[in-house]
């Protein structure tokens, strides 16, 4: 019998080459083939949070109070040399360094209160502190770093040098199999002492303070290993990538800053490298096995923007609810208008999914949990919901939106600054990752059973096909077995939320028979199927979500929170809907586009009966400052009279 031809050529068989081939154990990859991971959850509690970092909380947020003023840096295009003094004696640069290399030593967990924090109050600082304490190099030494890198470089990361992660070029974005920076190794008396990197990187965050000054002293650089330059164009299945920590200050380096539309205040630019030498010692790794650290590194450091989205989606929510409450038109709050009141009940209702999901990836990246698909699934959520509500905000405020915060002041208005969170937040949906790269990635990982039971048959290899038969058999018995996992777990039927874990147990065996039929349908041909597995994915992440959220309203941190119940049965109840939609002319409503049931939580929410939804941020302050002054010229109105 005739080989067929391969599955996956050029760029994908070089992905496939360097994918991580360890199998997946987190909850997304089990509900491919019909498996609620439900203990995944059920072992999960949210921990106290540590003394020292409450500590660093209130020093930091003191700190972005009293120094950084969102609205001269996006003016500017600078965060300010105090800021960079300030945020380095309060160790914001050593935040998940060891105590014993001079760091603060913050689990995860805790990092993630801080960059909620961080993102409810400005962009670009967010962004500083992010790229280097997220995907700089420290990450990266931690994960792979030998004991010499880790003592000889983290304690000068900790005491404030900044740092960066240099991946993209301009030919090689989301196909980072095509990066053309290349390492030659250097040989003495026939050993390897080092390597002379020459390239071009482009985006690389941190890096350049202005143009021919750099920021970051140290870098971690990918580039692809080769003996000549032109062996750059070698067949993609047979690069090598290495991983470089990488001097800024090494003769032949240079960089220039860029200018962008949002987040103006980023040190964002280009790399040049021309023959810049790197000592052996500061490669990462095994020749080889660069391109796969980078990736790894990237897993948890992309948990930090659902975090920060957090904080500025709770910032949104407070923003919507103060316009909701104070613009009155037809006679009554807009926020009572169920038009404007839904668009404020789906915000709080993804306020709680979000935190739930930057919980729970919290607690499972400190327990050294699998947390790759969950961590792509948390940023394409928390980014497209921040959009999203961004967009809802924009027409709560309608023309003012529109305006900047100076121009509002001219006739008397709140100087909201809505353009400017529209502007910084576009970006996310792009870098750590172009969400639309992300869900295929997710789909190709998440089908990885699938692709690798599934070439047995493709190639027609007879031993490898009769291994594989059992994974589709016991998959497909799974799939279209009525007794749900969720019953098997031995849940009471009634229990709390009961119809909502049967929801998931259901979707998840009916996504893994839709998985088992496109599969025998498509075989080879599947992986070019990008908007079938986008479908795919989506559904998969919904589940997560409302797994998610299930698991964080059972929690103590919830129980007494006014209003959780409705909000968790709202949201489940649009996630339904997008798996089973209504015809559009039909009458029925459901907990989500019942006008009666909107109007009374859109209600109470305005009210402030749900403002423990807005916990963890610092309020816009000029919006503050300006409804205060307001209250004040009331009650000094009133005591007159």
Not at 313 to 335: E, N, S
Request: charged share 25%; proline share 3%; aromatic share 8%.
């Amino acid at each position: 019998m005739a080989t067929r031809g391969k599955m996956f050529t050029g760029s994908l068989a070089a992905a496939e080459a360097s994918r991580d081939t360890r199998a997946y154990s987190g909850f997304i990859s089990g509900l491919f083939e019909g498996v609620v991971r439900r203990q995944l959850f059920t072992s999960a509690s949210i921990p106290a949070m540590s003394e020292a970092a409450k500590e660093f909380l209130d020093t930091l947020r003191l700190l972005l109070i009293e120094k950084v003023d969102p609205e001269a840096i996006d003016k500017e295009g600078a965060i300010g040399e105090d800021v960079l003094a300030a945020f380095k004696q309060i160790g914001a640069f050593g935040i998940k360094i060891p105590h014993s290399y001079g760091g603060l030593g913050l689990s995860q967990s805790d990092y993630h209160a801080v960059a909620t924090l961080l993102g409810s109050h400005d962009a670009a600082t967010t962004v500083l502190l992010s790229a280097h304490n997220s995907i700089g190099v420290a990450e990266p030494v931690k994960l792979v770093g030998n004991h010499e890198q880790q003592q000889r470089l983290l304690p000068r990361l900790a005491k404030g040098e900044i740092s960066g992660f240099a991946l993209t070029e301009k030919d090689a974005g989301c196909d980072i199999w095509d990066l053309k920076t290349y390492a030659i190794p250097i040989k003495a008396d026939g050993a390897l002492v080092g390597y002379r990197l020459t390239g071009e990187k482009l985006y690389t965050t941190n890096a350049p303070r202005g143009d021919h000054e750099f920021l970051a002293s140290l870098l971690v650089v990918i580039a692809q290993i080769v003996d000549a330059p032109h062996e750059v164009h070698r067949p993609k299945e047979e690069r090598r990538f290495g991983a470089f920590v990488v001097d800024t200050q090494s003769q032949g380096c240079s960089c220039t800053r860029l200018s962008f539309m949002g987040v103006r205040g980023i040190y964002n630019g280009q790399v040049h490298l021309r023959d810049v030498f790197v000592p052996v010692a500061n490669r990462l790794g095994e020749e080889g096995n660069g391109l796969r650290r980078a990736l790894e590194s990237l897993t948890v450091g992309r948990l930090t923007l659902p975090a920060a989205c957090l904080g500025n989606l709770k910032q949104c929510l407070w923003l919507a609810r103060t316009r909701a409450q104070q613009r009155v038109q037809y006679d009554r709050p807009i926020g009572e208008h169920t038009e404007i009141g839904s668009k404020i009940v789906l915000m709080a209702s993804r306020v709680l999914a979000l935190e739930a999901l930057v919980k729970i990836t919290g607690i499972w990246a400190d327990a050294k949990q699998d947390v790759r698909l969950e961590s792509a699934a948390a940023k394409i959520l928390a980014t497209e919901w921040l959009l999203e509500s961004l967009l809802d905000l924009f027409r709560i405020y309608g023309g003012r939106a529109f305006e900047t915060p100076d121009s509002l002041r001219l006739h008397g208005d709140l100087p909201v600054p809505i353009e400017r969170m529209i502007r910084d937040a576009l970006i996310n949906v792009i870098w750590e990752g172009s969400n639309g790269i992300l869900t295929l990635w997710i789909g190709r990982e998440g089908l990885a059973e699938y692709f690798t039971h599934g070439n047995a048959f493709l190639e027609f290899q007879i031993t490898e096909m009769l291994r594989a038969t059992p994974f589709f058999v016991k998959t497909a018995a799974r799939s279209f077995n009525a007794l749900s996992v969720y019953e098997q777990d031995g849940v009471a039927p009634g229990a709390s939320d009961a119809v909502w874990e049967r929801f998931v147990a259901q979707k998840s065996r009916e996504l893994a028979q839709t998985t088992l039929w496109v599969t025998a349908r498509h075989r080879g041909g599947l992986a070019r199927k990008q908007l079938l597995l986008t479908r795919l994915v989506k559904a998969s992440m919904h589940l997560f979500a409302v797994e998610t959220l299930l698991w964080y309203k059972s929690q103590k941190e919830l129980q007494d929170r006014e209003h959780s119940q409705s909000l968790v049965t709202y949201f489940c109840s649009r996630i339904k809907a997008e798996f089973n939609p209504a015809p559009l002319l039909s009458i029925r409503t459901s907990s989500w586009d019942d006008d009666a049931s909107l109007y009374r939580l859109a209600k109470a929410i305005l009210s402030g009966q749900a403002d423990w939804l807005e916990e963890g941020i610092i309020r816009c302050r000029s919006i503050e400052d300006n409804l205060a002054a307001g209250r004040e010229s009331l009650v000094c109105a009133s005591a007159t009279e």
